[in-house]
């Protein structure tokens, strides 16, 4: 059975880092690109990073550069977003995906899909 399990959101204050995980199984971990995805209230979802297999990152957009970086870990089958100088307007829920043919930003692309992790930035 393939999962794909979001962890370490949380309520943070605007300046703040977390980093959430991506634990996987079900799937050979090794063989697929990771992407991070996010959805604010009322907006549709957006590609924010993504690692391939061979560990290239991609990053979508150009807000995020400087501030979020993608990582993973094959031996734990998990992928990394370390998110730093928070900002309200990256309040959202953030999911991870799998894509068995690379780094796209096309959600369709993805075969597998998390449950996401609420991530509010507020003062």
């Known amino acids: 059975q393939v999962q794909l399990v979001e962890s370490g959101g949380g309520l943070v204050q605007p300046g703040s880092s977390l980093r959430l995980s991506c634990a996987t199984s079900g799937f050979t971990f090794e063989h697929y690109a990771i992407g991070w995805f996010r959805q604010a209230p009322g907006k549709e979802r957006e590609a924010v990073s993504c690692i391939s297999n061979s560990d290239i990152s991609t990053d979508y957009a150009s807000s995020l550069k400087g501030r979020f970086t993608i990582s993973r870990d094959n031996a734990k089958n998990t992928v990394y977003l370390q998110m730093n100088s928070l900002k309200p307007e990256d309040t959202a829920v953030y999911y991870c995906?799998?894509?068995?043919?690379?780094?796209?930003?096309?959600?369709?692309?993805?075969?597998?899909w998390g449950q996401g992790t609420q991530v509010t930035v507020s003062s």
């Open positions: 995906a799998a894509s068995f043919v690379g780094c796209r930003g096309n959600q369709g692309r993805y075969q597998y």
